[in-house]
């Protein structure tokens, strides 16, 4: 597999070296020329020979080099011929004339400026003080220069340009132009902190996870899974800033590359102060203040990574162990450092204790460090672990989508045999596995019975109702959930995980219900335990937090929330990066930033994308990208994602249903069939109104009036009363205006729509004022209405709904004409659109025959392209 690698236009830098280089600089004597300066890779040469292919003169590149630092002019000799004189003085001046003879400008390229010997340097030097040719010069950062050239630029000869590593965005443009594909965010943050932003250490990263198979696509998203490795090419690069190196320096570095950052102490203690002091000088270390500590890390992660490879197994046990044996010695202060421990025993010389391992893997899941706690949890379990073990695997396993391995773990013991605890935790975790990895709710069900039947003790009981609650949750069943929730809550004195999964279900339940001003208190009692439990479980449990925000209409705090979930994930796995982006996706989604939110979507879908039959923690996202796609008008993939939502759906996910209602209607809204978009929103409604979810039946209501339902202001103004915040009553005013066609209330209800930040609705309201006007043939009211629907429209990626359609194309027809029209344009027969419309085919010829005499359509097929056009 072929990759080409583009330039990344660095137009700042480019514009300032051209202008350097231009000939007016020596007739004004402004300098004659410019050096750039910066690490090994950052790109200097490349943007030096850019800027010169512009220039109409021909460049003169010489290079420096190691081979040619002994020999006086080494590198000119290729332009001035062998020297004729042992002097040097006459040496110059002969070089000097064989350069200038010429009656043409004359540019010189210097690569690797610090690498010339000192008569080059000197002649370089001349040259640029009697402005006698321009000069591109490039030195590398932190190398020993001749004096000659350092006066380049210090005595204005030379305009120096720093050049610093790629930018982030720069680096992740590079590689999507390569990969000719979209990144996965969290991938790129990987590459980018593995590679500096250095543009060559990241050609040879995306080279090198190629070949090995780490970097590949999902989903149309690139996705890097497993180590960053390097290129046998960039190893012997890097490898030659430290083949030199003293024995006691690289074993230093060999000691680092097994923990890093490590303590200075430890390492000073280890590999001895003068090892240490060397690498830091040499820079290939630096040191660091953490608290009251001081830490060593590599300057560059690359030098890590080549001096690891370099290193054999056994020898890598045995620098294991002295690490092992030297952090033994100091006490062991929280979860950091005991997961540093017994990481570095597990392939050390030492042997580890169990207990140590098990602890070490609820650390690493309460970091969300997911593989690594697979390792230790694998570890412990062959160390006989025993079932506390076996059930930290399961965990670990049932996180990452492995769900047929955690559930042959965990069925692997009898309940029978288990005491209150084990069976507690037994029965929590494959219910967890069974209801959101397998799907499989009945047999979930089945196990919270059991263990219900056989715990008698309080404490624990309480854990199996939190669990329970959330069960009742996404079976639909919000109101006992809630009470179920709560009462665990009310209690004092909990364990951890009853609190943390009885915050989860209560806040869920809360949400959907329209009870939004509750959940912050349910939240703040399950932040309290976080990190007393699985890490990955805020995510899924802080989703109704972030839902309860929307619902009440606090956009802005459903903002700043869903933030806080993404800048956790940093620290964590790709599967929180994945959960975390199902967050921040909804808010996007609802405050209309479509493009945004369907990219983001896609890639948290690519994230947690597994082996797990059901994967229920991704519906979330499903929902939205069906609706985000159907928003920005395509339609041919919302149908893709709805197909698979409808094979992952069950009762285990059955809280979802009358949302997925709702994405069903904004598919069928934007090809055209408002009657079936009304039909599934008010179905959807329905869902949720049986269930209880007052809040998620106003959303759909009020999508039910946007696509032109005229009948749900009664219910919406009863739902007023059941729901908390400030966005249930503006979407009663809505369908209140919308009956009774009142523009101005309208215009009122975008504006306040657009303070809260749903731009989607605000511009519907908007477009629907324009239509309105139009309608009673206020035609300066009607652009200016319409005008505004269009600026907020715009705001939302240009997303179009039904209102917006009509608003920007108006046409002589009434709503049930145009759909017709608009499905002919679709290429669907006159039966087919009868069977869609619940209508006769004579009812469909009708609205066929009247839409052609409005628009002075001679035919079916002329109406078809006039509403097309």
């Known amino acids: 597999m072929t990759h080409s690698f583009p330039l990344i236009r660095r137009a700042l ?11 007016s600089t020596l007739l004004n004597n402004a300098g004659c020329g410019v050096v750039l300066t910066g690490a090994a890779g950052v790109g200097k ?33 290729h332009l001035v011929g062998s020297g004729t004189s042992s002097d040097p003085v006459a040496f110059l001046s002969s070089a000097r004339s064989a350069l200038l003879d010429s009656k043409e400008p004359v540019v010189i390229g210097v690569d690797d400026a610090h690498l010339l010997d000192q ?100 989903r149309g998203v690139w996705q890097l899974r497993g180590r960053t490795g390097i290129t046998s090419e960039l190893a012997s690069l890097l490898e030659s800033r430290i083949h030199s190196l003293p024995d006691e320096v690289l074993r230093a570095l060999q000691l ?40 060593v890390r590599f300057t560059h992660p690359l030098f890590g990574e080549v001096i690891r490879g370099q290193i054999g197994r056994v020898a890598g046990r045995r620098l294991r162990g002295l690490l092992v044996r030297a952090l033994k010695e100091r006490p062991v202060s929280g979860a950091v450092e005991r997961l540093r421990l017994a990481e570095l025993a597990l392939d050390s010389d030492q042997s580890v204790n169990v207990d140590l391992l098990a602890s070490a893997s609820q650390d690493a899941l309460g970091f969300g460090k997911l593989a690594l706690g697979e390792r230790l949890a694998r570890a412990a379990v062959t160390s006989g672990g025993g079932f506390s073990a076996s059930d930290l695997l399961a965990r670990a396993l049932l996180w990452q989508g492995h769900s047929r391995d955690a559930e042959d773990l965990l069925t ?49 009981r309480a854990i199996v109702d939190g669990v329970a609650s959330i069960v009742l949750v996404f079976e639909n069943n919000p109101v006992d959930a809630e009470k179920l929730a709560m009462s665990v809550l009310a209690q004092r004195n909990s364990l951890p995980w009853a ?10 339940a809360l949400a959907v219900q329209g009870k939004g001003s509750q959940v912050p208190a ?83 879908l690519a994230a947690l994308d597994s082996d797990a039959d059901a994967a229920g923690w991704a519906f979330p996202a499903r929902v939205g990208l069906i609706q985000a796609y159907s928003m920005l008008g395509r339609v041919s993939e919302a149908d893709a994602v709805l197909v698979t939502a409808d094979q992952k759906r069950g009762r285990h996910l059955a809280v979802f249903d009358a949302q997925l209602e709702l994405s069903r209607a904004w598919l069928s809204a934007n090809r055209g069939e408002t009657t079936a978009a009304e039909r599934h929103a008010r179905h959807g409604a329905e869902i949720a109104r049986d269930a209880g979810q007052f809040g998620i039946e106003a959303v759909l209501l009020h999508n039910a009036v946007r696509f032109g339902d005229r009948t749900c202001s009664a219910r919406l103004t009863e739902l007023v009363g059941l729901c908390d915040g400030s966005l249930v009553p503006l979407f009663a005013a809505h369908a209140s205006a919308a009956e009774n066609a009142d523009g101005d209330e309208l215009m009122r ?107 002075d359509a001679p035919d079916r097929g002329s109406l078809a392209r006039l509403v097309e056009a």
Request: one cysteine or more; glycine letters at 8%; a negative charge.
């Open 499 to 508: 609190t943390g999964w009885a915050a989860f279900g209560a806040g869920y």
């Open 522 to 604: 349910v939240a703040a009692q399950g932040a309290a335990v976080h990190d007393q439990l699985d890490g990955l479980l805020r995510f899924p449990a802080g989703f109704g937090e972030v839902l309860a925000l929307l619902l009440t209409g606090d956009f802005a705090s459903a903002t700043a929330k869903s933030t806080e979930f993404l800048d956790f994930s940093v620290t964590g796995q790709y599967l929180s990066w994945g959960l975390a982006n199902v967050h921040v996706g909804t808010v996007e989604l609802a405050r209309g930033q479509c493009a945004r939110a369907a990219s983001r979507l896609e890639q948290a």
């Open 119 to 218: 008569l080059s340097a000197t002649l370089l030097h001349q040259l640029a003080i009697d402005r006698a040719v321009r000069i591109v010069a490039t030195v590398r950062s932190g190398e020993e220069v001749p004096d000659a050239v350092t006066s380049l630029w210090k005595d204005g000869h030379l305009m120096r340009v720093d050049l610093t590593a790629f930018t982030r965005e720069q680096s992740i443009g590079f590689i999507e132009s390569v990969l000719d594909g979209p990144l996965e965010g969290f991938s790129a943050d990987r590459m980018w902190e593995a590679s500096g932003g250095n543009a060559l250490f990241l050609r040879h990263l995306v080279e090198s996870a190629i070949e090995a198979g780490t970097l590949r696509r999902s």
């Open 13 to 23: 830098e480019f514009e300032v070296i051209a202008s350097a280089l231009e000939p």
């Open 749 to 855: 209800l975008s504006t306040e729509l657009e303070r809260l930040g749903a731009l989607p609705d605000a511009a519907d309201a908007a477009a629907l004022a324009a239509v309105t006007f139009a309608g009673k043939g206020e035609r300066r009211r009607a652009a200016e209405a319409g005008v505004s629907a269009r600026a907020l429209a715009d705001r939302c990626d240009g997303a179009t709904t039904p209102n917006l359609v009509a608003a920007a194309h108006p046409l002589p027809l009434t709503s049930r004409e145009r759909e017709v029209a608009s499905m002919v344009g679709s290429g669907l027969s006159n039966r087919e659109i009868a069977q869609r419309l619940f209508v006769s085919v004579r009812t469909v010829e009708g609205h066929i025959y009247r839409a052609c005499t409005k628009l």
């Open 256 to 295: 680092l590359t097994f923990c890093e950052p490590l303590d200075l102490n430890v390492l000073s203690e280890t590999a001895g102060e003068e090892a240490v002091e060397e690498a830091e000088r040499r820079g290939l270390v630096r040191v660091s203040e953490t608290g009251n500590d001081l830490d």
């Open 412 to 460: 692997a013991y009898d309940p029978d045999s288990l005491d209150e605890v084990q069976l507690v935790r037994w029965g929590s975790s494959r219910v967890a596995n069974l209801m959101w990895a397998r799907g499989d709710s009945v047999t979930a069900d089945t196990v919270l019975d059991i263990v219900r039947e056989r715990v008698t003790n309080p404490h624990l």
């Open 45 to 77: 040469t490349t943007l030096a020979r850019e800027v010169t292919k512009t220039m109409p003169e021909h460049v003169r590149w010489v290079a420096g080099t190691e081979s040619a630092r002994s020999i006086p002019l080494g590198v000119f000799a």
